[in-house]
């Protein structure tokens, strides 16, 4: 499943504490990115739906990976989600850049084989410029298909990762950790499309509050939720409904 990192780590890093807050952007149509981590049905469906004008990426894991052989249950749920309108990608872990990239590469075609995925969630991805030529050429390998490629060392990394992906996740992490996170100046030279952030552990009180970070810090991909625990994204957070409006209403702002 899906690893996340403590804000310490980020610290001892410096990479998450080398500025204050960037000064809060215009609303923007934010999309939402999900660690859909939870069984296929009923989660899935209601992942999808709802919302319209809120577009959304779920991230398919069924075995920390596409698993050794397909299972119907989530082709099924893989394929309502795509008539729904949501993009459909595929969890592979990276261990930060120590896993040999054959084995990353059979599970893409895997994955796509077997879920027909337009795009690859990298998870464990290192953060510094060393690691580059790894991420590189399975990068190339998913957009030569047209995919989407999100890449999540869960901190503000080298910036050459920027060039590899359509998405880095800048933040992973509880609500507490994001009320204390800082971003570097540079993200404002790019559009906010690039930043994803995933914050885990918030109470429907403190939705609203994520929400206007992510603004306030350039990220134009969110999902919060209140799950918590040694998996946070096993279930949809129980104000799903609410987080999507709260999302069209911004968009409309």
Request: hydrophobic share 40%.
């Amino acid at each position: 499943m899906l690893r996340w990192r403590a804000l310490l780590v980020a610290a001892v890093m410096g990479i998450l504490v080398v500025a204050e807050p960037v000064a809060a952007v215009a609303a923007t149509c934010s999309t939402v990115t999900v660690p859909a981590y939870f069984a296929a049905a009923p989660s899935w469906d209601t992942a999808a739906r709802g919302y319209p004008t809120v577009r959304r990426t779920l991230v398919l894991d069924p075995a920390s990976g596409p698993g050794a052989q397909p299972d119907v249950n989530y082709r099924t749920v893989v394929n309502n989600a795509r008539a729904a309108g949501a993009v459909v990608i595929g969890y592979v872990h990276t261990s930060y850049g120590a896993r040999p990239s054959s084995e990353v590469l059979a599970e893409i075609t895997r994955y796509r084989d077997w879920y027909g995925v337009t795009g690859i969630f990298f998870d464990e991805v290192s953060s510094g410029a060393g690691a580059l030529g790894y991420y590189r050429p399975l990068s190339a390998q998913v957009r030569s298909a047209r995919g989407l490629v999100v890449l999540n060392p869960g901190v503000h990394p080298d910036r050459g990762y920027l060039d590899l992906a359509d998405q880095v996740v800048t933040f992973e992490g509880t609500y507490a950790s994001y009320q204390r996170a800082r971003v570097p100046s540079w993200t404002a030279d790019y559009p906010v499309s690039k930043f994803t952030h995933l914050v885990y552990g918030a109470s429907r009180g403190q939705l609203a509050s994520a929400l206007a970070s992510a603004e306030q810090r350039r990220a134009g991909n969110v999902y919060v939720t209140n799950d918590s625990g040694a998996n946070p994204w096993d279930t949809l957070p129980a104000y799903w409904s609410a987080e999507l409006a709260s999302l069209q209403s911004r968009c409309r702002a």
